[in-house]
């Protein structure tokens, strides 16, 4: 087909991009340097960087987009793992994760008070009263963090784990704290009192470890407890409470020390740490949960 043959096809419709490129396969074969200008000019800017990065960025965007019955797992992740950005890691907390680190906050507040106590006139509680005040606050906010989880379904595994910490501080740290500030503080309570928090903390990683093979009910939720809860170490806070409203402190203690001036020397009362320490990695006790 000659050159003037395929301009008049061409012209039949009009199009003068159609004319531009059929112009150059009407050369002879013998000369490919303008098949290659041919592809220069028309097929290699459709495949330009700008387009190619256009559908990467596309492609790459929606990789990133969490499948909406991931619970926001997916973005979190994300957000946690990017190497640049400010505050960067505020950024990924959920709502029911910063209501986690009030409970955490309390338990710090609780820990503090009772050193404060402990540099300060032992017949002044102020101090006292405010350690073992700040845990009840802090299992309000622990209640209060898996309600708002659930009420915005959005919950992650470092929801889960800040949870399980924030639980070691509070309900298992600051009531050996309080402890040791009343009087509890010799080398054998310390012994006991740092296993009772041991217990704690192998109690907790053992829920987290647990938590997805567990039977759950309708809700998801599982049915019951291994063991008791860390909170239910409040009722010897509780306990705690009335000792400091009888001024039961230091040599007051109930049921006084054994093997007193020796390396044995203990205060019986600290048993209850250990005994509660037990029940809480218990594998055969299960609780309903409510």
């Given at each position: 087909m000659t050159l003037t043959a395929l301009e008049s096809c061409a012209s039949v419709n009009n199009s003068q991009a159609g004319l531009a490129a059929i112009r150059p396969f009407a050369a002879p074969v013998q000369h490919p340097e303008i098949i290659f200008n041919f592809f220069l000019t028309y097929v290699i800017p459709a495949q330009s960087p700008l387009s190619m990065s256009r559908r990467a960025s596309t492609m790459s965007n929606n990789s990133n987009v969490p499948p909406s019955?991931?619970?926001?797992q997916e973005k979190q992740k994300m957000l946690l793992s990017a190497d640049q950005g400010h505050f960067s890691m505020v950024k990924a907390l959920h709502l029911a994760d910063l209501v986690t680190e009030l409970n955490g906050f309390c338990g710090v507040m609780s820990v503090f008070s009772s050193m404060r106590y402990c540099l300060g006139d032992p017949t002044d509680y102020s101090a006292l009263w405010a350690a073992l005040a700040f845990m009840p606050f802090g299992l309000f906010f622990d209640f209060m963090d898996g309600r708002i989880a659930r009420w915005r379904k959005k919950s992650s595994l470092m929801g889960q784990e800040l949870d399980s910490l924030a639980d070691l501080i509070s309900f298992g740290l600051a009531p050996a704290a309080a402890a040791f500030a009343l009087g509890i503080r010799s080398n054998v309570d310390h012994?006991?009192?740092?296993?009772?928090?041991?217990?704690?903390?192998t109690r907790l990683a053992r829920f987290n470890v647990t938590v997805a093979v567990l039977p759950k009910d309708k809700?998801?939720?599982?049915?019951?407890?291994?063991?008791?809860?860390?909170?239910?170490?409040?009722?010897?806070?509780?306990?705690m409470a009335y000792w400091v409203s009888q001024s039961w402190t230091h040599e007051n203690i109930p049921f006084g020390v054994i093997a007193e001036g020796s390396a044995l020397e203990f205060h019986p009362i600290a048993l209850l740490f250990a005994l509660h320490g037990c029940l809480m990695v218990s594998k055969s006790i299960h609780i309903p949960k409510p």
């Open positions: 019955n991931d619970g926001g012994l006991i009192l740092a296993f009772f928090v041991l217990c704690g903390l809700s998801g939720k599982s049915k019951y407890f291994e063991g008791t809860p860390i909170p239910t170490t409040l009722s010897i806070a509780g306990l």
